[in-house]
């Protein structure tokens, strides 16, 4: 079963645009959303997380918008640069004590390719 | 270097034999999680520890896999006569303690098993 659906698997996007990747979750526990970008060979690296107490959140190029009702979130990266091309993921997790705090479950993750 | 270590960064073993994963988390940070990613998929969760103690086991496979987090040192992850299907990266994250969201990842070891 898999609690964190990501699409789409791949986007291509020009310089100075806007890439979307949106989420869906199924699991109400969750509170915490975090988008991870991971270049090839390293780590992943987060970029930017929310809560579902906002409905957006911002910080620089990158925006997530949360939408509890609909149990969705995305990112946006404004004015797209080469150096976004990378895998993002997104993820989920619940904050309390009980089973599976804390862990993360992610998406399959996307992989953005900002062309000149 | 204030970052999540993990060494070795390529590990090469035969089916059969024992691969030893470590990982140092952030300094200043007493909670680690091992995590798994496959060719073209998502990390999937394998275990929380904390000094001493395994919290969360549940994402663990039920053999051959173990992973210990001790007073002082690394934290380890090892597996057992491993299996062409164990070639994957792993990857350890780190957060500074219970109630912290935030996991900080390693740059990950690559298992492959010949």
């Known amino acids: 079963q898999q609690q964190v659906k990501q699409s789409p698997q791949s986007l291509i996007v020009q310089k100075g645009g806007i890439s979307i990747i949106n989420c869906a979750y199924e699991?109400?526990?969750?509170?915490?959303f975090p988008w991870y970008q991971q270049f090839p060979g390293k780590g992943p690296a987060l970029l930017i997380a929310?809560?579902?107490?906002?409905s957006e959140k911002k910080e620089g190029r990158f925006t997530i918008s949360f939408n509890k009702s609909a149990k969705q979130f995305s990112l946006h990266i404004m004015d797209s640069q080469p150096g976004d091309s990378a895998t993002y993921f997104c993820?989920?997790?619940?904050?309390?004590?009980?089973?599976?705090?804390?862990?993360?479950?992610f998406g399959k993750g996307t992989k953005l390719s900002v062309i000149p | 270097n204030a970052g999540v270590m993990q060494n070795p960064r390529h590990l090469v073993r035969r089916r059969g034999q024992e691969a030893r994963l470590r990982c140092s988390p952030m300094?200043?940070?007493?909670?680690v999680y091992w995590y798994r990613q496959l060719p073209e998929e998502g990390l999937k969760f394998m275990v929380y520890?904390?000094?001493?103690?395994?919290?969360?086991e549940s994402g663990m496979p039920k053999e051959r896999f173990s992973a210990e987090f001790p007073k002082e040192g690394p934290s380890i992850l090892r597996i057992q006569q491993v299996v062409r299907g164990d070639s994957a990266a792993y990857f350890c994250?780190?957060?500074?303690?219970?109630?912290?969201?935030?996991?900080?990842f390693g740059p990950g070891t690559r298992l492959t098993v010949l």
């Open positions: 994250a780190s957060s500074q303690g219970p109630n912290t969201d935030t996991q900080y």
């Open positions: 699991n109400t526990a969750f509170d915490y």
């Open positions: 929310i809560r579902p107490d906002v």
């Open positions: 993820a989920a997790s619940k904050s309390y004590s009980g089973a599976g705090s804390y862990q993360l479950t």
């Open positions: 300094k200043g940070h007493s909670h």
């Open positions: 520890l904390q000094k001493e103690n395994i919290i969360d």
